[in-house]
């Protein structure tokens, strides 16, 4: 290993120096090219004398030459590395892993739980049917059922789930609640129900002003712009990705 590591510092070494040689050459020719353009700007040289002259300290210059030579030993180093690592690491995935012979029922279980807990609701329900795992527990029959009617953008389910399990979302500070009556509003207000929306609110926003005061401010603003809400401030508030990330956070949280 410790050779290894050598072959690193030195490949690096090499590398900055590499990159030192080949800028020094480019801003070399930068400066020619820069100094030969005002000489012809003064009418001191013509233009086909001031490109002679520049090929000739090209060519005499060699630079090409020296940042060609200079990249063929950054590659012999690379490739020394290459081996090296060849020779320090093996390349057979079987060598790093145990003989552990899984449990095929064990492991179903395993894929079938995180299918759920990931809010992947269809294909884990596809995935029992499948591979003929245990039946689904009931509460993620429940999780099934408020997702499909929250893709159908019908709130009210998953606005009773988020009251009932209220204390443990505010343990891990999910605003779920709150995105959840935020879309019931939102829905009201684009759809024309304007004193719908306002009843709603003073309903079920009171609770999360402590919490989401400048969110239920930018809400409250909306009925200023109630003729034109995807024209106005708040026009984020009506896009539909909405839906989607509420839809992942209620399959996590």
Same mark, same amino acid.
């Given at each position: 290993?410790? *050779? ?7 490949? $690096?070494? @090499? ?10 050459? &480019? ?9 030969? @353009? %005002? ?5 001191? $040289? +013509?233009?086909?004398? *001031? =490109? !002679?002259?520049?090929?000739?300290? =090209? @060519? ?6 020296? $940042? ?12 020394? =590395? ?35 807990? %990931?809010?992947? /609701? %269809? ?13 689904? !527990? ?13 893709? /159908? ?18 343990? &891990? ?5 709150? /995105? ?10 684009? +759809?024309?129900?304007?004193?719908? *929306? ?8 009171? &609770?999360?002003? !402590? ?43």
């Amino acid at each position: 290993m410790e *050779a290894l590591l050598r072959d690193c510092d030195r490949m $690096v070494k @090499r590398q900055r120096t590499f990159v030192q040689q080949t800028s020094q050459h &480019i801003d070399a020719l930068i400066a020619l090219l820069a100094e030969t @353009r %005002e000489q012809i700007a003064q009418g001191g $040289v +013509s233009p086909d004398d *001031a =490109l !002679e002259a520049v090929r000739h300290r =090209l @060519r005499g210059g060699n630079h090409a030459e020296i $940042v060609l030579g200079s990249q063929g030993e950054l590659r012999q180093v690379f490739s020394r =590395l290459g081996r090296a690592l060849d020779k320090t690491f093996s390349a057979d995935v079987q060598k790093a892993s145990r003989g552990v012979v899984f449990d095929p029922t064990l492991l179903r279980e395993v894929v079938r739980h995180h299918l759920f807990r %990931e809010g992947l /609701l %269809e294909l884990g329900e596809l995935f029992v049917k499948e591979s003929g795992s245990m039946l689904v !527990e009931e509460r993620f029959f429940d999780m099934y059922t408020i997702a499909r009617h929250l893709r /159908l953008k019908d709130v009210q389910p998953a606005i009773t789930w988020a009251a009932t399990h209220r204390a443990h979302l505010e343990a &891990i500070g999910s605003p779920l609640e709150f /995105l959840l009556h935020r879309l019931e509003f939102v829905s009201r207000l684009e +759809s024309g129900n304007l004193r719908g *929306a306002l009843d709603y609110a003073r309903q079920n926003f009171h &609770i999360f002003v !402590e919490r989401h005061a400048h969110e239920v401010q930018q809400l409250m603003g909306c009925f200023c712009f109630a003729k034109r809400l995807k024209q106005s401030p708040y026009a984020d508030l009506f896009d539909t990705h909405h839906w989607t990330d509420v839809l992942h956070m209620f399959s996590r949280d």
